[in-house]
């Protein structure tokens, strides 16, 4: 229809420490080709777009999804994840339950310094999306679960932190200008709502590790750079974890 207008929300990272954000570089050309660039299939992650600027739990960060499809019997549902992560302290940093922030440096040479007292704890973006009939409470409620899977990897949203968790579902399809005063919706009970739950959580967890592991190495603005982690002493830390625990 030409009597709509579009009302995009548009959330943002702090990317400050590698970006030269006060020079305004983005132009309304960039814009544009980044949004005539979006397609459907596989998401790139880690240093790429918005996540090109990200620092989280002291390594480089960047973009990171994960999804999960739920059994025939639990509905079939997905629940997909998308992530711009930009968050965290380095000892906070767990992988699968391991301290790999705190073992990740008494296994190097080179300090902990990725984040001194007083600098901002950064942010971390959330898109939780669905195809299970919510409402906007149940998808509200959505939300505040994948915070839990944003635990689980350490963050504790310390003050400062301005983390950003939206959710949808594309299961109800409104209409715009009914024939009818009414119309039907289907709807979840909340009672059979646990399987999105758990795959919300389960797949917040998984994107922002793989925002991490498919991060790599940027020198930003004044020659600083961040490190993307090593995937070998990650992979060493819990080996080296499990080991223990078998021992």
Known sequence: MTDDTLTPVVAECDDGRLNDIQGRHV????????????????VTEGTVGAGTGMVS???????????????????????????????????????????VGRLYDAA?????????????????????????????????RLAKRAALGLARTGSTARHSSGDFILAFSTANIIPHYPAEPTFSLTHLADTHMNPVITATVEATEEA????????????????????????????????????????
């Open 27 to 42: 132009s309304e050309a960039d814009v544009v080709a980044a949004l005539n660039g979006a397609m459907s299939g596989p």
């Open 57 to 99: 739990y002291g390594f480089k960060g960047g973009i990171g999804t994960a999804s999960r499809k739920r059994s025939d019997k639990e509905g079939g549902y997905t629940v997909g994840i998308l992530v711009n992560a930009n968050h965290g302290r380095r000892p906070e940093l767990m992988v699968a339950g391991v301290p």
């Open 208 to 247: 922002i590790l793989n925002a991490l592991t498919m991060a790599t190495t940027v020198v930003g603005r004044d020659g600083y750079k961040v490190e993307a982690i090593s995937l070998a002493r990650l992979r060493d830390i819990l080996a080296s974890r499990t080991r223990t625990h078998a021992e």
């Open 108 to 140: 190097s040479s080179v300090a902990a310094a990725a984040v001194q007292p007083g600098q901002s704890e950064g942010s971390i973006i959330i898109i939780v999306a669905t195809d299970a009939p919510l409402d906007a409470r149940q998808l509200n």
